[in-house]
């Protein structure tokens, strides 16, 4: 028997990401803060603080924007801790495995606040010691969400419109579907850790 954890199920890529794994597990413990509003006999919403059942795999779903958080303090409390918590409780529960949603030009080193704590929360997660940690880092998403982020909307129909231009190293800035990277999360054949950029996951 298979069982695996999401965290950030309430997401673009988590929602696709959830779907899947109910396909693929024969458990889905899902951390949560509200109802998922899901039904299926395989899953169990667990709140976030709370102890996780034995686990093969942990998936990390959770992010935001500066804007919606309110502060860069904020903002920080659910990309890296929340994340970082999430991951080590996984960790703790025996999985071996963790995938994570990051972003294109994430980096511990990067002079933008965004960037920099996605890097770190990759470097936290790493240190963990997982046998196999997937780092995908999309640039925009493509898909329908539940909330507005008017500027990033701005950014896609860019993105997407001027994708044919984005070429050799510039590939990976192109927009991507976000049932795609849900569907790269679940790849594997590997150990250690590897980064999946736009031409991986798409």
């Not at 673009?12 to 899901?38: I, K, N, S, W, Y």
């Not at 990759?122 to 008017?150: M, N």
């Not at 701005?154 to 990976?172: D, E, N, Y």
Request: aromatic share 8%.
């Amino acid at each position: 028997m298979a069982n695996c954890a999401i965290a950030g199920a309430s997401g673009l890529v988590g929602g696709h990401l959830l779907t899947l794994l109910l396909q693929e597990f024969d458990q889905v413990a899902a951390v949560t803060r509200r109802p998922l509003g899901v039904s299926a006999p395989n899953l169990r919403e667990i709140a976030f603080g709370d102890p996780l059942p034995a686990l093969d795999a942990a998936f990390c779903c959770l992010g935001t924007t500066i804007k919606k958080a309110g502060s860069e303090s904020a903002f920080r409390r659910i990309d890296f801790d929340a994340a970082v918590a999430f991951a080590r409780t996984s960790r703790a529960a025996g999985a071996s495995s963790f995938a994570i949603v990051s972003s294109v030009d994430a980096s511990p080193a990067s002079s933008n606040f965004y960037l920099r704590v996605k890097g770190e929360t990759e470097a936290a997660v790493v240190a963990l010691g997982f046998e196999r940690v997937t780092i995908l880092r999309p640039s925009f998403l493509l898909g329908d969400r539940s909330e507005s982020r008017p500027g990033e909307k701005i950014g896609i129909v860019i993105a997407s419109a001027l994708g044919f231009l984005f070429v050799g190293p510039l590939r990976k800035y192109r927009a991507v579907n976000a049932e795609l990277v849900a569907a790269a999360m679940l790849k594997d054949g590997w150990n250690g850790v590897r980064i999946l950029e736009y031409d991986e996951i798409a």
